[in-house]
């Protein structure tokens, strides 16, 4: 007898139409299935773990609110990561951020000296994404710590592609420069 495949999770539109109607359990299944995504996204753009914590729990209440206006023109995640970094945005502009990105899984090196030096490499390069304007630092985080390809992040940022494109190399260009004392 041959094992039974496990079940596939439902897709998001399955649990978007339930939440659209009011079902709560549907929305927190999408709570449960992007929380780590849009913590990730809040982290790298406020470099403040707390206004990260704040951003992301704004993105959630937003999106509720307005779920019953999500067309589905684009996929949920294009959508629900366009709210967080409108949230992020938002939150830049009321206020400077003053910590820095926590190495939360420490280094891995068992030479000290290593370690000392992949800790003061990751800290200058996130002082250097903190310094990018927000709308350079909105696409370097989605494309580089989250791994959404370049399409993706014109969906969710709302711009062209070659815009895109255009700030990514710009902020590369920006942390480079930052990071010359490592050449």
Same mark, same amino acid.
């Given at each position: 007898?041959?094992?039974?495949?496990?079940?596939?999770?439902?897709?998001?539109?399955?649990?978007?139409?339930?939440?659209?109607?009011?079902?709560?359990?549907?929305?927190?299944?999408?709570?449960?299935?992007?929380?780590?995504?849009?913590?990730?996204?809040?982290?790298g753009m406020l470099g403040s773990t707390a206004d990260a914590d704040d951003?992301?729990?704004? =993105?959630?209440?937003?999106?509720?609110?307005?779920?019953?206006?999500?067309?589905?023109?684009?996929?949920?995640? =294009?959508?629900?990561?366009?709210?967080? =970094?409108?949230?992020?945005?938002?939150?830049?502009?009321?206020?400077?951020?003053?910590?820095?990105?926590?190495?939360?899984?420490?280094?891995?090196?068992?030479?000290?000296?290593?370690?000392?030096?992949?800790?003061?490499?990751?800290?200058?390069?996130?002082?250097?994404?903190?310094?990018?304007?927000?709308?350079?630092?909105?696409?370097?985080?989605l494309r580089e710590l989250q791994g959404l390809s370049?399409?993706?992040?014109?969906?969710?940022?709302?711009?062209?592609?070659?815009?895109?494109?255009?700030?990514?190399?710009?902020?590369?260009? =920006?942390?480079?420069?930052?990071?010359?004392?490592?050449?």
């Open positions: 007898m041959q094992a039974q495949p496990a079940p596939r999770p439902l897709r998001d539109d399955i649990y978007v139409a339930a939440a659209r109607r009011g079902d709560l359990d549907a929305f927190e299944v999408l709570i449960l299935r992007y929380e780590g995504a849009v913590s990730r996204i809040a982290l951003a992301a729990q704004e =993105t959630f209440i937003k999106a509720w609110r307005s779920l019953p206006g999500f067309r589905g023109d684009s996929a949920f995640e =294009t959508w629900l990561y366009r709210i967080a =970094t409108n949230c992020c945005l938002t939150a830049l502009a009321s206020r400077r951020p003053v910590e820095q990105i926590s190495d939360r899984h420490g280094a891995r090196s068992i030479d000290p000296a290593d370690v000392v030096e992949q800790t003061q490499r990751f800290e200058a390069v996130s002082a250097a994404i903190l310094t990018l304007p927000g709308g350079q630092r909105a696409a370097v985080v370049y399409r993706e992040v014109a969906d969710t940022l709302g711009i062209s592609l070659a815009a895109v494109k255009g700030r990514i190399h710009r902020a590369r260009l =920006t942390i480079v420069r930052e990071m010359g004392v490592w050449e």
